[in-house]
């Protein structure tokens, strides 16, 4: 159950079992240094810097209560809001039945800006991935005697109506976050293409989509030999597209919007075998299809108007004799011929098939997500995404949107002369280039031939899907990263007439 939302009481707050939260901006902080409410030595060192943009002081008042002071520059970023926050508040929802936070000196574009980042972190919190065996009839224990959900006290410039909007819908991006965690973290026998298929038919009834699967002999038929490359070693046919539609009841706003996800329920690396290392984790190469999923489901729950196929590639990349091999060439669904050059490289093997479905309907926009490539983690590290387009403005309009809900990303470049490392003297394009030098850049410029040029495309190169300790508002390796970031998108983005 998600956490309530209510004014602060007219009379005092409740007594016990209580944590209060205050936020201030800089420039308040040396009235409350004066304050004789706190102790002295909690407040009089402390001080801000644009490396510690936030800060925040905790103090026990009472038994079962305590008291958080939080301080921050103003114009602060988001992302340091976030980790602050995170940082800042040590919050157990099954010990602490309240939470009053006091937003009242601060104007309401900050107050929401908090309010989300609450309303997001106490539905992050909850999150435990699924366990198994002894270990999962305990969690499906403590499931049913879990406590009563947090009830948020709030004291602020917005209208109750605007404070509840605007923690309904944090609540629910939570909830999203917390899908892609669940299904990224299921073990590859617990997630295969089948079974994950299964999963998407109950939750495509649940959100009240339309489903369609293109399995083996539809994929055969339309000449997707780029994804049917890479799923030839599987020993079943067990593997293909899923699509998912949908359209709002009652007015619409005239945008088709298509989201696609790269869903390897596994990835061995083919006949370019990854090492122990790097082969553990790889359960999680499906992350791109949850976070397209899963901000389906955001979307709808939260009233969109807009249209949208979401298609999600479920395969996975194994060993066998008839596994695909570098130096073939295939053929994709567009006519556009590839020559393999490095089997690990699945990725955009089976999104460039994928791509070509998605454009077919000429949408208004196509995004996909993948957890595509390592050099973009060499380039950026695990705390931001990399994003690519075919327009730079739509490059820039994620950079933005990033920024502005915390979930960061880099732009980079396509194309251009970085054509000339993937031309092939036997295919129409290589899968990747035979150095190792940027290949996130390369990748992405490989994808770009199978997105229509008239049709915006951005691509998503996963990178934070986990962070060693935490990102942000969440509090855990897996972060859930991508469903925050792609509502801005769709907010900022204009449709051409």
Not at 39 to 66: C, G, I, M, Q, W
Not at 334 to 351: H, K, P, W
């Amino acid at each position: 159950m998600n956490p309530s939302l209510k004014p602060f009481p007219k009379g005092p707050l409740p007594s016990e079992s209580i944590h209060i939260v205050r936020f201030s901006l800089e420039k308040d902080l040396a009235k409350w240094k004066q304050s004789k409410d706190y102790p002295r030595k909690l407040l009089e060192a402390f001080t801000l810097s644009d490396r510690e943009p936030v800060k925040s002081a905790t103090n026990p008042t009472a038994y079962d209560r305590l008291e958080t002071l939080f301080f921050y520059k103003p114009g602060v970023k988001t992302f340091a809001l976030h980790e602050g926050i995170r940082k800042g508040i040590d919050f157990d929802r099954t010990k602490t039945r309240h939470l009053a936070l006091d937003l009242s000196s601060l104007k309401s574009d900050d107050a929401e800006k908090i309010l989300n980042a609450f309303g997001n972190l106490l539905v992050l919190g909850t999150y435990e991935a699924t366990r198994f065996g002894k270990k999962g009839v305990e969690q499906v224990k403590k499931e049913k005697t879990k406590s009563e959900p947090t009830e948020v006290l709030l004291k602020s410039s917005l209208s109750p109506a605007r404070a509840k909007e605007v923690f309904e819908n944090a609540n629910s991006q939570a909830t999203a976050a917390n899908l892609v965690r669940t299904l990224s973290e299921l073990p590859p026998n617990e997630l295969t293409p089948e079974k994950y298929l299964e999963r998407i038919k109950v939750i495509a009834r649940e959100w009240g989509a339309k489903l369609e699967f293109f399995n083996q002999k539809a994929l055969e038929k339309i000449g997707a030999n780029g994804f049917l490359a890479v799923v030839r070693s599987n020993p079943a046919d067990t593997y293909g597209i899923a699509k998912l539609s949908w359209k709002p009841k009652g007015k619409s706003s005239g945008r088709k919007i298509a989201l696609v996800g790269k869903g390897l329920c596994f990835d061995t690396g083919g006949y370019n075998i990854k090492t122990g290392a790097y082969m553990y984790e790889m359960h999680r190469d499906m992350t791109g299809s949850a976070v397209a999923l899963a901000s389906l489901g955001h979307l709808i729950r939260t009233g969109a108007k807009d249209e949208f196929d979401v298609y999600l590639a479920l395969a996975e990349n194994l060993i066998s004799a008839s596994a695909y091999k570098p130096n073939e060439v295939v053929v994709a669904s567009n006519g556009v011929s590839i020559e393999v050059v490095d089997t690990d490289a699945e990725g955009r093997m089976v999104l460039s098939d994928t791509l070509v479905m998605a454009c077919e309907n000429n949408p208004d926009l196509v995004i996909d997500y993948a957890t595509l490539t390592g050099a973009v983690i060499r380039s950026l590290d695990t705390r931001r995404a990399g994003v690519f387009s075919n327009r730079d403005s739509l490059r820039e309009l994620a950079v933005e949107s990033g920024d502005e809900v915390g979930e960061r990303v880099w732009g980079f470049p396509i194309g251009d002369d970085y054509w000339d490392e993937i031309q092939s003297e036997v295919a129409d394009v290589r899968q990747c280039a035979t150095t190792n030098n940027c290949d996130h850049i390369y990748a992405a410029t490989f994808l770009s031939s199978f997105v229509k040029p008239e049709i915006p495309w951005l691509h998503v190169d996963l990178a934070p899907e986990s962070h060693k300790g935490g990102l942000g508002l969440s509090a855990k390796d897996v972060t859930g990263f991508g469903v925050r970031l792609t509502e801005e998108i769709l907010g900022r983005f204009k449709k051409k007439k």
